[in-house]
């Protein structure tokens, strides 16, 4: 494969930084919903700093991998994996590794905004508080810096202890950018971030995510494909459980090497 | 062929017809159900609301010469009769008198009519004859109004006097009990046992000479009387002691009334019961429920919302969970009877005596825990709320979104932090349902209360002044029971009906008061939780 050389070289090119390596680093995973297999032999590295879109015909996957990342699958009793996935060298399905720890490291925004039925500022801190942290300045300070990392801080900033399950439906998406960015994660996975959002707000998003990309590794997931050709450095195309194509998403939209793909793509089926 | 779909149609329309029939006979019926419940509301307000209202008294002459007074009560149509409410038990007997409409000869409401409220005997309707103050009868005519009205005013201080001579009384003799008690524990003949001792025989000879002087005071107090008449000139004497308040209602304007009322209506709520409970107030049974209603709420609140957590939350869904969970739903429908038989047997006798022994043996035989007292009542109602709790919380804790846990966790909550941040603070309207419930049903309920510590009259509330001020160990008084000991079990059960429907008034007012209360804070804590989204 190709693949991996195309990533490092992309990688190489635009963050000469120390980052070395894979943000993340998938091999073999296999995912089994009791005994129906979810996902197959999966295998990817995911650069740091870029946006990598997962895209993919509804079922074929998309969520449940994304949720491997930061181990949320192991909420359903009914749910068995094996495989390697590796967070900076380290393997998260590892016993050492402390879920709680890599729940901070590896963010999360979910499809259907999920705000916490309490002011603005308690969403935005929750993630700090459940980490202990009392101090109200590191607090004021976390809020206006994730709120403005979010895009959000000049909509609400009259209004911080207002009721978050005011926001419009875009505002809340942003608020839970804001909340996930403000425990500093460096992976920050969203699953349909904009599904339930009219296309003004979802605009709002989508800029959002590249310029979250200055600072965090994105990954994405999406059934738009005009979203993931106009936020992803990378895209991946998954099938009925199978990653059937990873690579460069101009490449994947232009000139992809499997049929599958181009299919997808072009909008002959899914 | 047409003919018959023809009468297929015919059919299909007539079946839509009879359809609405049903949608007409299922709104009657709701309609029948609400209108028996507003009647049920109005039956009790409006009875449990004029109880107490001064009304004013009539004089019947018959045709045989004899005469009646008293307030009309009753009409009965049929028989063309009139019941009056003659009161005057002491010299008739009972309190209410048919009279047939057809002996009426005359019917008046006179002016100089007097109706006092007794200690004891009820009501006294009649006529102001004279007074006898200190054994010396006659005043003349013109002043005795006056007189009388000033004699019960004095008469009243005087009342007050007394009763803070009983109080100390009482405390002497709690004073000596806990003497008694201590000297039991104390090593005979030591030098505490000595002082101990002297200090019981002190308070004993204080309390003996208190009470002599108690009873030369209620002597001398017991000479100073009234005469009167009843409507056919019969006399009767009456202790102005006896004499609570007197006052002319066919005198009165409606205002004055209207201040009779409200003096009645306070009297009630913070005063102590008379006369087998069939007069006074209603204090210690309002008192009594409300704080057997808020210990329940104490002890089954948070046993119910940590079963229902566990039950939620931890417990594997499974065979087990399964059973637990439709045993606890099947205890909501076990008669509380059978509830108030476990209370007896377990806390009651079981716990109860267990503590009597260790703890308060020297009281022995007669019993401290070991007896039906608030703290058993009380912890009884809380097992029998609780699979209420239980079941709605349960469905509180079931209705908050799944991607909210989800949100919390994937910001590196432990399930702990999510249960306690997020997930109990969302089930709080489904466990305010749960306390509306229970104190619903904790209020209402008095069978099982019967066994496990409710009294016809406790002497004592379970809060006072003696250390350690609060007894949960005591027997108290309960509105439900207070409707049925009236209501049935007094012996002037006539006279008591007012007494019933004010009492029934009040626990309907208090029940709806302290549900409506978390009513409120539900509302509250639910626009909360969903107000404004999208
Ligand atoms: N909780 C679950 N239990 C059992 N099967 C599941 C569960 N969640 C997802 N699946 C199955 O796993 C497959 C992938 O689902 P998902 O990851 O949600 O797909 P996508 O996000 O790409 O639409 C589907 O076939 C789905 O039926
Ligand atoms: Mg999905």
Partial sequence: MDVNHDLEKASQEERPQSEEGPAIEVEGLNLYYGANQALKDISLKIPHRQVTAFIGPSGCGKSTFLRCFNRMNDLLDIVRMDGIIRLDGMNVFDEACDVIELRRRVGMVFQKSNPFPMSIYENVVYGLRIAGVRDKAILDEAVERSLKGAALWTEVKERLKDSALGLSGGQMQRLCIARAIAVNPDVILMDEPCSALDPIATAKVEELILELKNQYTVVIVTHNMQQAGRVADLTAFMYLGELIEYDRTEVIFTRPSQRHTEDYVTGRFG | ?534
């Avoid at chain 2, 209108?35 to 009790?44: D, R, S, T």
């Avoid at chain 2, 007074?131 to 006056?146: R, T, V």
């Avoid at chain 2, 205002?255 to 913070?270: Q, V, W």
Wanted: no cysteine.
């Fill in chain 2, 1 to 534: 062929m047409k003919s018959k779909n023809q009468a297929t149609a015919k059919s299909m329309t007539r079946r839509h017809a009879r359809g609405e029939v049903w949608v007409w006979l299922s709104a009657a019926g709701m309609l029948t159900t609400v209108l028996m419940l507003v009647g049920l509301l109005v039956l009790v307000t409006v009875n449990g609301l004029s109880a107490l209202w001064p009304r004013s008294i009539h004089e019947f002459e018959m045709t045989d010469g004899s005469k009646a007074l008293g307030e009309l009560t009753k009409r009965n149509k049929e028989k063309a009769g009139t019941q009056i409410k003659t009161g005057n038990r002491d010299l008739y007997g009972i309190d209410f008198k048919w009279l047939e409409e057809s002996e009426i000869q005359n019917q008046q409401l006179p002016d100089d009519v007097y109706v006092l409220e007794r200690l004891e005997h009820g009501q006294f309707v009649g006529y102001l004859s004279d007074l006898k103050l200190l054994g010396q009868p006659a005043l003349n005519n013109e002043n005795k109004h006056s007189e009388f009205k000033r004699a019960l005013v004095t008469m009243s201080a005087k009342r007050d006097e007394l009763n803070r001579w009983s109080d100390e009384m009482a405390d002497l003799n709690q004073n000596v009990e806990s003497l008694r008690l201590a000297l039991i524990d104390t090593k005979e003949n030591s030098e505490r046992w000595q002082r101990l001792r002297e200090e019981s025989i002190s308070d004993e000879t204080e309390f003996e000479v208190l009470r002599a002087k108690v009873e030369s005071f209620r002597v001398e107090l017991m000479t100073q009387k009234v005469v009167m008449t009843d409507v056919n000139g019969r006399i009767k004497e009456i202790a102005l002691f006896q004499i609570l308040r007197s006052y002319q209602p066919n005198q009165m304007s409606w205002f004055s009334r209207l201040g009779l009322y409200g003096k009645r209506m306070s009297e009630l709520i913070t005063e102590a019961p008379r006369e087998a409970n069939t007069e006074g107030g209603l204090f210690p049974a309002i008192f009594g429920t409300a704080i057997m209603v808020i210990i329940m709420s104490i002890f089954t609140m948070p046993l119910g919302v940590i079963a229902a957590v566990y039950l939620r939350e931890y417990a594997k869904e499974g065979f087990l969970v399964r059973l637990v969970r439709i045993t606890v739903n099947n205890l909501a429908g076990v008669p509380s009877i059978v509830y108030g038989m476990f209370g007896l047997g377990f806390f009651v006798y079981g716990i109860g005596g267990t503590i009597d022994e260790w703890f308060f043996s020297n009281r022995l035989p007669s019993p401290t825990f070991g007896t039906g007292g608030l703290l058993w009542a009380s912890l009884t109602m809380a097992l029998l709320t609780m699979p209420v709790v239980i079941v709605a919380t349960e469905e509180g804790l079931s209705a908050v979104p799944k991607g909210l846990r989800e949100g919390s966790l994937a910001l590196g909550a432990t399930k702990l932090q999510t249960l306690l941040r997020v997930v109990l603070p969302m089930s709080m309207p489904g466990m305010l349902t749960g306390l509306i419930l229970a104190i619903a049903r904790a209020a209402g309920e008095v069978a099982p209360l019967m066994l496990v510590g409710v009294a016809k009259l406790a002497a004592n509330l379970v809060v006072d002044d003696v250390f350690p001020y609060f007894h949960p160990e005591r027997k108290f008084m309960h509105l439900g029971f207070h409707i049925y000991d009236v209501g049935f079990q007094s012996p002037n059960v006539e006279a008591a009906i007012p007494m019933v429907f004010v009492t029934t008034l009040l626990l309907l007012v208090m029940v709806l008061g302290l549900s409506g209360t978390a009513m409120v804070l539900r509302q509250r804590m639910r626009s909360r939780y969903t107000s404004g989204a999208f």
